[in-house]
């Protein structure tokens, strides 16, 4: 055991080693440490002078005066320790964040193992700043996270994983996918250099990875690493985790056009959502159903789906404004022109003060326009709003794809009106972000 510990960089002192060293820290001297033991001062010297060791009633007598009960320094306490750590990382992984919160204040004394044992003190606080993120907490997350950088090239790389996984984390839920990628890439780096890097792996990783690959849809790379989260998390139980995972794997495959296989798995994921009676993955499924069918151009078929998603998803949602801008858009394929003004007016009317949103009907609206009139030369103000305002929008915010339906809709218009290099540039436009996103991220030209 003492070997295997040392090799991993966990036994860099033996327990002689750090009883001293905490002694010197709360300056106390061999007669008070001795007293503290109920031995001898003499016992103290040969003991620190490597002719004897301590028993365990010792061992527990200076933890108790050095503040560091239920702190470890033995061997076997370090391994008891390191499995409650992990054990904790899971739960806020589950979002078990009651139980976590409970953990997270008992070792709040971990600061006092510091002059003793760096690694298992950063450690622990590491995995407090997991969830601390996980419970919203990001100011003072953020802040320890900096006090944390400038000890980055002494960590071992266990440490150094969770520094980048907290990193990605913490960009993650404000809103950085690219810098979430970045850190969480770090981290995928160490643990692939590093077989048994972590005591068991850590299906979060993979998930975030895939989350940061989905939003900024570059499906090759999220199937990959939605397949390694579903299966680094078979013994964990979250809520619907697997479900999650399904759809998000369906999603992906949309995007790659595989419309067969997304269709295969949605209804799977619908049979599991209605078996739990779970209304909000039955709304996201006939939402997803919906967009399969709009894939398609089964424009009615879709428009069907879209409003029975909308019974089930929460009106003013993010997942309702998108399933009405997805019903819309289809309606205008029908060329339903004057339902698609009503519902138009009634989505402007539901995200008052809502910028994103606002923005993307308002596109809908000159989306709406130029289908209406495609073969006008009268159309410059609001092709003009498509190519310098919406469409750049799209991309800023990920929306790739939805991107390419603009370039679409005016790659037609441009071809109406016989005006071929305009419709070779929105061509062109339309393979650059294929590009983007299939063929330079695992895709085939």
């Given at each position: 055991m003492?070997s295997e510990?040392?090799?991993?960089?966990?036994l860099?002192?033996?327990?002689?080693?750090?009883?001293?060293?905490l002694?010197?820290k709360n300056?106390?001297?061999?007669e008070?440490?001795a007293e503290?033991?109920?031995?001898g001062?003499?016992?103290?010297?040969?003991?620190?002078?490597?002719k004897?060791?301590?028993?365990q009633?010792?061992?527990d007598?200076?933890?108790k005066s050095?503040?560091?009960?239920?702190?470890?320094?033995?061997e076997?306490?370090?391994?008891v320790?390191?499995?409650?750590?992990?054990?904790?990382r899971?739960?806020?992984g589950?979002?078990?964040?009651?139980?976590a919160?409970?953990k997270?204040?008992?070792l709040?004394?971990?600061?006092?193992?510091e002059?003793c044992d760096?690694h298992m003190?950063?450690?622990?606080?590491l995995?407090?700043?997991?969830?601390?993120?996980?419970?919203?907490n990001?100011?003072?997350?953020?802040k320890?996270?900096k006090?944390?950088?400038?000890?980055?090239?002494?960590?071992?790389?266990?440490c150094?994983y969770?520094?980048?996984?907290?990193?990605?984390f913490?960009?993650a839920?404000?809103?950085?996918?690219?810098?979430?990628?970045?850190f969480?890439?770090?981290a995928y780096?160490?643990?692939?250099?590093?077989k048994?890097?972590?005591?068991?792996?850590?299906?979060?990783?993979?998930y975030?990875?895939?989350?940061?690959?989905?939003?900024m849809?570059?499906?090759?790379?999220a199937l990959?690493f939605?397949?390694?989260?579903?299966?680094?998390?078979?013994?964990?139980?979250a809520?619907?985790?697997?479900?999650?995972i399904?759809?998000s794997v369906?999603?992906?495959?949309?995007?790659?056009n595989?419309?067969r296989?997304?269709e295969?798995l949605l209804n799977?994921?619908m049979?599991t959502?209605?078996?739990?009676?779970?209304n909000?993955y039955?709304g996201m499924?006939?939402?997803?159903?919906?967009?399969?069918?709009?894939q398609?151009e089964?424009?009615?078929?879709?428009?069907?789906y879209f409003?029975?998603?909308?019974?089930?998803?929460?009106?003013?949602?993010?997942n309702?404004?998108t399933?009405?801008?997805?019903?819309?858009?289809?309606?205008?394929?029908?060329?339903?022109?004057?339902?698609?003004?009503?519902l138009?007016?009634y989505?402007?009317?539901t995200?008052?003060?809502?910028?994103?949103?606002?923005s993307?009907?308002?596109?809908?609206e000159?989306?709406l326009?130029?289908?209406k009139n495609m073969?006008?030369?009268?159309?410059?103000k609001?092709i003009?709003?498509?190519?310098?305002i919406?469409?750049?929008?799209?991309?800023?915010?990920?929306?790739?794809f939805?991107?390419?339906?603009?370039?679409a809709?005016?790659e037609?218009?441009?071809?109406?009106?016989?005006s071929?290099?305009?419709?070779l540039?929105?061509t062109?436009?339309?393979?650059?972000?294929?590009?983007?996103?299939?063929?330079?991220?695992g895709?085939?030209?």
């Amino acid at each position: 055991m003492k070997s295997e510990l040392r090799r991993n960089g966990l036994l860099k002192l033996s327990v002689t080693e750090k009883i001293y060293a905490l002694r010197k820290k709360n300056n106390i001297n061999q007669e008070v440490l001795a007293e503290i033991m109920r031995v001898g001062r003499e016992r103290i010297s040969r003991i620190e002078r490597g002719k004897e060791e301590y028993i365990q009633a010792q061992i527990d007598a200076a933890k108790k005066s050095f503040r560091i009960v239920g702190l470890p320094i033995t061997e076997r306490e370090i391994v008891v320790f390191l499995e409650t750590l992990y054990h904790w990382r899971d739960l806020i992984g589950a979002k078990r964040l009651d139980e976590a919160r409970v953990k997270y204040k008992e070792l709040s004394n971990i600061g006092n193992l510091e002059p003793c044992d760096f690694h298992m003190v950063t450690l622990c606080k590491l995995i407090g700043i997991r969830f601390l993120i996980a419970d919203n907490n990001y100011i003072v997350a953020e802040k320890e996270l900096k006090n944390y950088e400038k000890h980055l090239e002494k960590m071992t790389n266990e440490c150094k994983y969770h520094y980048y996984f907290n990193k990605g984390f913490l960009n993650a839920r404000q809103g950085h996918p690219e810098k979430s990628l970045d850190f969480y890439l770090k981290a995928y780096e160490l643990v692939e250099n590093q077989k048994d890097l972590l005591p068991r792996p850590d299906g979060w990783l993979y998930y975030g990875i895939a989350w940061c690959y989905s939003y900024m849809e570059i499906p090759y790379h999220a199937l990959t690493f939605w397949r390694k989260a579903r299966q680094a998390h078979v013994e964990i139980k979250a809520d619907n985790f697997t479900l999650y995972i399904d759809h998000s794997v369906a999603i992906n495959y949309m995007r790659m056009n595989q419309l067969r296989d997304a269709e295969s798995l949605l209804n799977k994921c619908m049979v599991t959502s209605e078996s739990t009676k779970d209304n909000y993955y039955v709304g996201m499924t006939l939402y997803s159903f919906g967009f399969l069918h709009k894939q398609r151009e089964n424009w009615n078929a879709a428009i069907e789906y879209f409003d029975k998603a909308s019974k089930y998803l929460l009106n003013s949602s993010d997942n309702c404004y998108t399933s009405l801008y997805h019903k819309i858009y289809c309606v205008i394929h029908t060329r339903a022109f004057t339902e698609a003004r009503q519902l138009l007016e009634y989505a402007k009317t539901t995200c008052v003060g809502n910028k994103l949103w606002t923005s993307y009907y308002e596109a809908l609206e000159h989306y709406l326009k130029i289908s209406k009139n495609m073969t006008s030369h009268d159309n410059g103000k609001i092709i003009e709003y498509i190519e310098n305002i919406a469409i750049p929008y799209f991309i800023k915010q990920h929306d790739y794809f939805i991107a390419i339906d603009y370039y679409a809709l005016l790659e037609r218009h441009y071809e109406k009106i016989n005006s071929r290099m305009r419709s070779l540039e929105m061509t062109k436009a339309i393979y650059g972000i294929y590009k983007r996103c299939l063929i330079d991220h695992g895709g085939r030209d």
